[in-house]
């Protein structure tokens, strides 16, 4: 597994930040921590990114995905970019959610 430690955004304020996701314990949580950390435009735009992702793992196409999410196709090539030469945090992320659905 490839770990990519980007230097200008890992900080001690970053690190505050993934250490207290990793405490919410359910869905109801997540939601309140995010609606207070984040705009609603930041959110849905990381929703989408994550549509995007998953639509990309399910093999659709670019047009499927863009009429699907309303995500532009330079948002898609870029979690596709992501999907295929990223740190694997989608992958991780996708994997997850299948293991969950069986």
């Given at each position: 597994m490839k770990v990519i430690l980007l230097k200008n955004i890992r900080d001690d304020n970053t690190d505050l930040l993934m250490r207290a996701v990793l405490k919410l314990n359910t869905e109801e949580e997540c939601y309140k921590?995010?609606?207070d950390l984040?705009?609603?435009s930041e959110l849905k735009s990381m929703s989408q990114r994550m549509?995007?992702?998953r639509m990309?793992?399910?093999n659709?196409?670019?047009t499927d995905i863009a009429a699907a999410t309303g995500?532009?196709?330079a948002t898609i090539s870029r979690v596709n970019k992501c999907l295929n030469?990223?740190?694997d945090g989608y992958r991780l992320?996708?994997?997850r959610l299948k293991e969950d659905k069986q």
């Open positions: 921590f995010f609606e984040c705009t609603i549509g995007v992702a990309l793992d399910e659709c196409v670019y995500a532009s196709t030469y990223g740190s992320a996708l994997d």
